[in-house]
């Protein structure tokens, strides 16, 4: 089992990749269509957000030491950090947020302005920017405008106001000395000095000035509807593709041949397309209505001389052979492909035996409109013998009619074209001690040296353990499946099963392709097949 779930989890391939999109088109379609029409609310509803934004440049100046001789303000070594600690102010710092309060006039509190404004650096260089956001654009330009001029009034204030200390300290040592020592060399550096800082107070510019000033905005940063489409159309893509795959991992459904035959191990031998309409639930199909015989489907046609090629392959050295065809669950073709697989060796020219082993709920009498009052129960009951039993099928009636004989035709290969059956009987009490008897074991070997193709219709395996009871019997065992239907899960269960009682499956038939428009759809309650394979209950008419 280990095996099976590292090949059922292998990589999807680009084959895969294509036929979830092809099988599952409309998750993508409606996950698009949910997001576009989501952000579309979303940017219809919104209150449109306008942005402005001041340049300022950061230049450092360095009159101090041009002046003085000495640097009188103190700089971080790194010029981010000088940077980032001016930006922080501009936010941060109350009494710029109150001057801006001021010099617009405006009925927002501090608080209320500083929220409009973010300042971000450009990386690499010394610009800072100013933004501020507003419903109403005007206003984003004068608050991103007032917050700059306040921020370089502040940074004016701050660099004076170092200034203004260093030249009251020079004031004090002026105002120390005697007339005499005012003219000696010393006072007259001092004096200056003092001079210096006068001129050095007034060109203080904060290091900082305006690069460009903010512009009404004619266009809303928030929604910006044209690309919030386009990157919804982008995003329902990306997320539908996603949920469609999520989906399609999460869908235990077995979908294709190939993944049928790496959860069976065995070969798929035939493909059969969907050819069947199902009837509603509660109304009972009726003969036509089922995909049996080639006339009226001559698409099975070919699926059936392919499967009957495939196990010419099987037991070569006998002439006779004896197959089995069961499924894992009810609903899946098995006895379609029962029917259809026996139609196919006769129109080879075959002497066809076919047996519904199916005591429980049977169908192949419905199916070819023959007797079900005498059958395989009475066999097994010892109350007939196999002769008497045997039903002629009139094969032409399923054929194309080019197949068919014609009136007076005396072909030898056409008369060989010979297919009998063994119906049910009726329905016995105790069908599983009657199938594993020996009897039904003298059965198929005196059918198998009668006929030179034997085909035993079972239960499905999954419900009884009928068609384990017959399988020895058999040269090999064909198991059914329908695509879209069944799953992996019981596939698994079925290769169990037939694995530990060492039986030989030889293949597959995959049941419901889609080779052709349209699936074999059905609806919950499959498993109340189960109900029809208890003991004593008849079947329902």
Not at 64 to 84: C, H, K, M, P
Not at 249 to 262: C, F, G, S, V
Not at 508 to 517: Q, S
């Amino acid at each position: 089992m280990a095996e099976l779930e590292a090949e059922a989890q292998g990589g999807v391939g680009l084959e895969d990749f294509f036929r979830v999109l092809r099988e599952r088109w409309w998750v993508i379609v409606v996950t698009v269509a949910v997001v576009v029409a989501a952000v579309a609310a979303w940017s219809l509803t919104t209150t449109p957000i306008y942005r402005a934004t001041t340049d300022l440049v950061f230049e450092r100046s360095r009159l101090d030491t041009a002046l003085l001789g000495v640097q009188l303000f103190t700089y971080e070594s790194d010029q981010t950090r000088n940077i980032q600690t001016a930006m922080a102010a501009v936010t941060r710092n109350k009494s710029i947020a109150e001057g801006v309060q001021v010099q617009l006039n405006s009925q927002k509190s501090p608080h209320e302005l500083a929220e409009m404004v973010t300042a971000t650096a450009e990386r690499n260089t010394n610009v800072v920017s100013i933004s501020a956001e507003s419903p109403d654009p005007g206003e984003a330009a004068a608050v991103a405008n007032a917050f700059a001029d306040q921020f370089i009034l502040y940074r004016q204030r701050a660099a004076r106001a170092t200034v203004i200390a260093a030249r009251e300290v020079i004031q004090a040592q002026v105002n120390s000395l005697s007339p005499t020592d005012l003219q000696s060399d010393y006072g007259l550096m001092l004096q200056e000095k003092l001079e210096t800082l006068r001129i050095l107070e007034s060109m203080q510019t904060g290091d900082f000035n305006v690069l460009s000033r903010a512009e009404v905005p004619t266009s809303p940063v928030v929604p910006q509807t044209e690309r919030n489409l386009v990157l919804a159309v982008v995003v329902g893509l990306l997320v539908g593709v996603g949920l469609a795959f999520l989906a399609d991992r999460l869908d235990k459904r077995i979908k294709n041949e190939r993944m049928l035959e790496t959860e069976m191990g065995v070969p798929v031998l035939a493909a059969v397309p969907a050819v069947e309409k199902l009837p509603r639930r509660g109304k009972k199909a009726n003969r036509s209505s089922r995909p049996v015989g080639f006339s009226g489907h001559p698409l099975l046609l070919e699926s059936f001389r392919t499967l009957r090629s495939s196990l010419q392959y099987f037991s070569v050295d006998k002439r006779h052979h004896v197959w089995l065809v069961t499924s894992g669950l009810p609903e899946e073709g098995k006895t379609t492909v029962t029917v259809n697989l026996a139609l196919s060796f006769a129109l080879s020219g075959k002497k066809v035996i076919l047996v519904e082993a199916d005591l429980r709920r049977p169908l192949i009498h419905d199916y070819l409109g023959l007797e079900q009052s005498q059958g395989l129960s009475n066999v097994l009951a010892g109350t007939k013998k196999a002769p008497d039993v045997l039903q002629l099928v009139r094969a032409d009636e399923f054929l194309p009619p080019e197949s068919r004989r014609q009136p007076g035709e005396v072909d030898p290969r056409l008369l060989q074209r010979n297919l009998y059956a063994i119906t049910s009987g009726p329905l016995p009490p105790n069908p599983a001690e009657l199938l594993a008897s020996e009897r039904m074991g003298h059965l198929l070997h005196e059918l198998a040296q009668l006929a030179d193709e034997v085909i035993i219709d079972t239960p499905p395996v999954l419900l009884v353990s009928d068609a384990l009871v017959l399988a020895p019997y058999a040269d090999g065992v064909i198991v059914t499946a329908r695509m879209l239907a069944t799953t992996w899960t019981e596939v698994r269960e079925v290769r169990t099963l037939f694995e530990r009682a060492e039986l030989k499956v030889v293949g597959t038939v995959a049941v419901g392709t889609k080779h052709g428009p349209g699936y074999y759809r059905r609806g919950y309650g499959r498993y109340g097949y189960a109900y029809g394979y208890g003991y004593g209950h008849p079947v329902k008419k």
